[in-house]
């Protein structure tokens, strides 16, 4: 701290070319920062996964459907605790592009399967009781400014209604929170009993089952029995635990971690050079000034010092500039509320983050400050001459 003047005069010798380069970390935290958020978005549904649920498909695809009467005989598997299922609802609202997850689900024991969805008694009362009833997402609600009470038209490209009119109509009886970061709030759920009395084709049949078991660390041993269950059967099963599950979709569009490490790490070895050539030209120019220093006894640790600090604090100021923006336009919103489920840099990331821009700053001036202490003071003074 005592010398901090020192290192602060020598950033404001050259200004332009300081403001350059820490502007150049700082949009490169800000990219790692937005790139760590699209990375969580992508991936909330396996963060958010339970230890002790498997979910089980069709062992074909996931659009195959099954029977609702294996909600019973799952139950029974030894090690199961309980059944739940969902279906694909495919749900939009006025616009093709106002399209969100709807699944009709049973509400009893879809809420005891998830209880990370946070509703109040008094709407979990009036979703047993209205047969027409929707609970809704806080994202969603606040993206259509739906309330308590609204009554929503849906149309399923899917699934078409009774009568002739292709459009769902569901009344609003509770908007539910994120009980964890990591929870999705686009979601919709209504009445799987309303939905299976109304729709015109696919009768007794659910998407797919979600179990609690018992002892998670016996899962794979529940997935075998599930399966054996149904072999041979005209709709056999795929069980596997929920984050493989949400991992496989994540897994469609790439290895997203893979595809994050690669540009970070291109776009942090770019700034590592160009701050790397901002510390060794800013020594080159200052030789015959090191020189002097020696002169009046500043030890070569002590040399090394003040440039490794200049560098970290160029270093280290960008990047933590850059965090900050990118948690500021993360914590605005989701952009994209259609198709980003959770929008926010987790705090693993942030923490690398802070991490990274340190180790930027101590690797970038390494060598220079290791060249700076080297310099012998004739060398230096002559150099100046």
Avoid at 214 to 220: E, G, L, R, S, Y
Avoid at 250 to 258: C, D, F, K, R, Y
């Amino acid at each position: 701290m005592k010398f901090l003047h020192l290192t602060w005069s020598n950033l404001k010798r050259k200004k332009l070319r300081t403001v350059l380069t820490l502007m150049s970390v700082l949009v490169a935290f800000l990219l790692y920062g937005l790139l760590c958020a699209i990375k969580e978005a992508l991936t909330a549904g396996v963060s958010m996964a339970g230890a002790d649920r498997l979910i089980v498909r069709h062992k074909i695809s996931i659009i195959q459907l099954l029977p609702q009467s294996y909600e019973a005989r799952m139950e029974r598997v030894p090690g199961v605790a309980a059944a739940v299922h969902q279906t694909w609802f495919g749900g939009i609202y006025q616009d093709a592009k106002n399209f969100f997850p709807v699944m009709p689900v049973n509400p009893d024991e879809f809420l005891e399967m998830y209880p990370e969805y946070g509703l109040e008694p008094s709407e979990i009362e009036a979703w047993k009781k209205t047969r027409t009833g929707a609970i809704v997402g806080r994202t969603t609600a606040d993206r259509f400014k739906w309330k308590v009470g609204d009554r929503v038209p849906l149309f399923s490209p899917i699934w078409g209604g009774a009568g002739t009119q292709p459009n769902w109509e569901f009344d609003v009886v509770g908007i539910f929170e994120a009980g964890k970061r990591s929870t999705d709030t686009t979601q919709f759920f209504f009445r799987y009993d309303f939905f299976d009395e109304a729709r015109r084709e696919g009768k007794g049949q659910v998407g797919w089952y979600t179990l609690r078991i018992k002892d998670p660390n016996q899962a794979a041993e529940v997935a075998r029995k599930v399966d054996e269950e149904f072999a041979n059967s005209p709709a056999e099963t795929k069980t596997e635990p929920e984050g493989v599950f949400a991992q496989g979709f994540a897994s469609q569009i790439g290895n997203i971690g893979a595809i994050l490490i690669a540009v970070v790490s291109a776009v942090y070895f770019t700034i590592l050079l160009v701050a790397g050539n901002t510390m060794a030209q800013a020594v080159r120019e200052r030789t015959e000034e090191i020189g002097v220093l020696k002169a009046m006894g500043f030890t070569n640790t002590l040399v090394m010092g003040l440039v490794l600090a200049e560098s970290f604090l160029i270093a280290s100021g960008g990047g933590l500039l850059g965090l900050g923006l990118a948690w500021l336009a993360t914590s605005g919103g989701n952009p994209a509320p259609g198709l980003l489920p959770v929008f926010y840099i987790p705090g693993r990331d942030m923490v690398i983050g802070v991490a990274l821009a340190v180790g930027l700053g101590l690797v970038a001036g390494l060598a220079p400050a290791w060249q700076a202490m080297r310099l012998e003071i004739a060398t230096a003074l002559r150099r100046g001459a």
